[in-house]
Nanobody, 115 residues
Framework: QVQLVESGGGLVQAGESLRLSCAAS????????MAWYRQAPGKERELVAV???????NYLDSVKGRFTISRDNAKNTVYLQMNSLKPEDTAVYYC?????????WGQGTQVTVSS
């Protein structure tokens, strides 16, 4: 079992930045990947960024160049640095841990970007 707790969301204006954190209850070294998803009202949940255990990274096209995912294995934490935020980035952001046997989700953190 892995418990994930997201933090760092909030209300910002367009063009501003936020850094989301996802703290895991145990080591993330043995996960296959850690990812950030988001879900806007009335829309399906979508993958925003993923970082594998080997350090490979992929981003949603619409956030490339603005968002950066990173992981600190010593702190069991994954981050999502979000710059140049746009109103269309407004959503609940979820952290996900992918292991060989299961997937684990956090409770989500709200990000609201005003124009």
């Amino acid at each position: 079992q892995v418990q994930l707790v997201e933090s760092g969301g909030g209300l910002v204006q367009a063009g501003e930045s936020l850094r989301l954190s996802c703290a895991a209850s145990r080591s993330i070294v043995y996960t296959n990947a850690m990812a950030w998803y988001r879900q806007a009202p009335g829309k399906e949940r979508e993958l925003v960024a993923v970082i594998s255990s080997g350090g490979r990274i992929n981003y949603l096209d619409s956030v490339k160049g603005r968002f950066t995912i990173s992981r600190d294995n010593a702190k069991n934490t994954v981050y999502l640095q979000m710059n140049s935020l746009k109103p269309e980035d407004t959503a609940v952001y979820y952290c996900k841990a992918v292991t060989t046997t299961n997937n684990y989700w956090g409770q989500g953190t709200q990000v609201t970007v005003s124009s």
